[in-house]
Nanobody, 129 residues
Framework: QFVESGGGLVQSGDSLRLSCAASGFSLDNYKIAWFRQAPGMPAKAREGVSCHDSRDEVTYYPDSVKGRFAISRDAATNTMYLQMNNLKPNDTAVYHC?????????????????????WGKGIRVTVSA
């Protein structure tokens, strides 16, 4: 499971860092990703906003966050992070961390459509104009 922290209410242009500490498993063995669900949108519309595969050395960001968001992991603390800079009002969402052994970072829709091994409960981020 994940222990999540970070999030909150910020203004447009601000930065936030979200954290998910893994408990009961090692992140080293998993691809990690962050998803978000915008207000009023169904779960199936969750958007993948970052993914990291340490084995194949792949990091993926969609155009909507490229250059502003950065995913990382810390092996020493078994924690994954999402650094979000220059936040915009349309970044407002509940953000979820996720980990999976087999899914690809190049197809985050599969994670949403078919599920993933481990899923965080969500961290609310609100960006005011």
């Amino acid at each position: 499971q994940f222990v999540e922290s970070g999030g909150g209410l910020v203004q447009s242009g601000d930065s936030l860092r979200l954290s998910c500490a893994a408990s009961g498993f090692s992140l080293d063995n998993y691809k990690i990703a962050w998803f978000r669900q915008a207000p009023g949108m169904p779960a199936k519309a969750r958007e993948g906003v970052s993914c990291h595969d340490s084995r194949d050395e792949v990091t993926y960001y969609p155009d909507s966050v490229k250059g502003r968001f950065a995913i990382s992991r810390d092996a020493a603390t078994n924690t994954m992070y999402l650094q979000m800079n220059n936040l915009k009002p349309n970044d407002t969402a509940v953000y979820h961390c996720a980990a999976d052994r087999d899914r690809s970072c190049m197809d985050l829709r599969e994670w949403v459509d078919f599920g993933m091994d481990i899923w965080g409960k969500g961290i609310r981020v609100t960006v005011s104009a």
